[in-house]
Structures are given as structure tokens and as C-alpha cells.
T-cell receptor, first 114, second 115 residues
């Protein structure tokens, strides 16, 4: 079956703009998590959604938000972009709520903020 | 590229040798640990996991060892192959209350396979 699909794969924005990233989980998976990966901070947890509800949230400012739709697809939004938001944003899906069990990651959306 | 400014420990091994990648975790309450492999331009890929009630688990060519006393996790890869070249991350998870927090990832180790 198809893996986790993230779109767009690459994008360039300027400071102050906002961006929306999309994630389609593996069919049947109801949990979607988002992670930010940067050279300095590594992989950091953003939030997790299960059945359209945000279950857990990492230590990121309110400019980072997300949502999950009834078909389990998820989007994350970053408003008022800052240079430090440049990163690879990874989405992971799981058949289980929370992060116990195997997470399947997409290939990420690479955001560059100029 | 992604490697600019990335200060990863690097482990270089000869093809065919065994590799051991180490990871120290900080939260003694963590009860679930996972190793991921990330190849260039791809997302992390699950390798193997272990729960805190175990100290060893084996997969195909990989073994994870957990030492809760010193909060240390290791990944052993037997008969290393060129396709094993990647960055390896350990991750820990703590179940608090009714839900699980996100995974906490280590900084990663870049495994380089020498021919």
C-alpha cells in the first residue's frame, strides 16, 4: 500500500508569510504526528492528531498549528514565518494513538524561509 | 544542504564488519525506545524497538540492547553493508497520564561504510 505522502516536497517563502503543509497518512492509519528537523535542533515533536483531535503538542509557539480531517489527512500551518522556521517538516502516521508502535514517516516538506 | 552545521558523531566501519551505535537517554521514566535510520533525502525509517521491560531484542541483522541502569541504548548491525550508510537516531517515549508525548530523538550518528 502507498506510504505517507507529503506535499509540497520543497517550498520557499519569505519572512512574515504563512505556509500550509499537507500529509496523507497510510490508508487505515488514524494517528498523524508532525516533526521539525533542523541541523541544530535535530528532530523535534510538533503535535499529534488522532481522529481529528490534537492529542499531544510539543514545545513550539502558537504560530505552529495543525488539523486533521475526517479522512485522517492532516495539515500543518506556520504563520508569520521566521528565518529559523527553515527546516524539514516530517509527517508520520501510525495505526495507534500516541507514539507507541511503529511510526511511518513521509519524505518531508523542505521549507526555506528567506 | 542538510549537513551544513550538523554536528553528528560519525562512525566509519569496513564493509562486512559489525557496527555498534550508542545512545544515551535522559529520562528514567521512558519506557519505549526505537531506532530509526534516515538516508539522505528521505524520512526516518523504523528499524527496531524495545520496551523497558526487556534488555535485548533482535531483528534481522540488528540487535538493540537496553541498559536502564545507566540509561544507555545501543544498536548493533551485523555484517554491515553499503546500504546501511545513513544517519541513525535513537528515540525515547514516555507515557504520561492518558496519552503519550511525542518521541524525543537523539542527535543521530552518521554511519559510513568503507569498501
Amino acid at each position: 500500500k502507498a506510504g505517507v505522502t507529503q506535499t509540497p516536497r520543497y517550498l520557499i517563502k519569505t519572512r512574515g508569510q504563512q505556509v500550509t503543509l499537507s500529509c496523507s497518512p497510510i490508508s487505515g492509519h488514524r494517528s498523524v504526528s508532525w516533526y521539525q528537523q533542523t541541523p541544530g535542533q535535530g528532530l523535534q515533536f510538533l503535535f499529534e492528531y488522532f481522529s481529528e483531535t490534537q492529542r499531544n503538542k510539543g514545545n513550539f509557539p502558537g504560530r505552529f498549528s495543525g488539523r486533521q480531517f475526517s479522512n485522517s489527512r492532516s495539515e500543518m500551518n506556520v504563520s508569520t514565518l521566521e528565518l529559523g522556521d527553515s527546516a524539514l517538516y516530517l509527517c508520520a502516521s501510525s495505526s495507534l494513538q500516541g507514539t507507541t508502535g511503529e511510526l511511518f514517516f513521509g519524505e518531508g516538506s523542505r521549507l526555506t524561509v528567506l | 544542504g542538510e549537513s551544513v552545521g550538523l554536528h553528528l558523531p560519525t562512525l566509519s566501519v569496513q564493509e562486512g564488519d559489525n557496527s555498534i551505535i550508542n545512545c544515551a537517554y535522559s529520562n528514567s521514566a521512558s519506557d519505549y525506545f526505537i531506532w530509526y535510520k534516515q538516508e539522505s533525502g528521505k524520512g526516518p525509517q523504523f528499524i527496531i524497538d524495545i520496551r523497558s521491560n526487556m534488555d535485548k531484542r533482535q531483528g534481522q541483522r540488528v540487535t538493540v540492547l537496553l541498559n536502564k541502569t545507566v540509561k544507555h541504548l545501543s544498536l548493533q548491525i551485523a555484517a554491515t553493508q553499503p546500504g546501511d550508510s545513513a544517519v541513525y537516531f535513537c528515540a525515547e517515549n514516555t507515557h504520561s497520564g492518558g496519552g503519550a508525548d511525542g518521541l524525543t530523538f537523539g542527535k543521530g550518528t552518521h554511519l559510513i561504510i568503507q569498501p
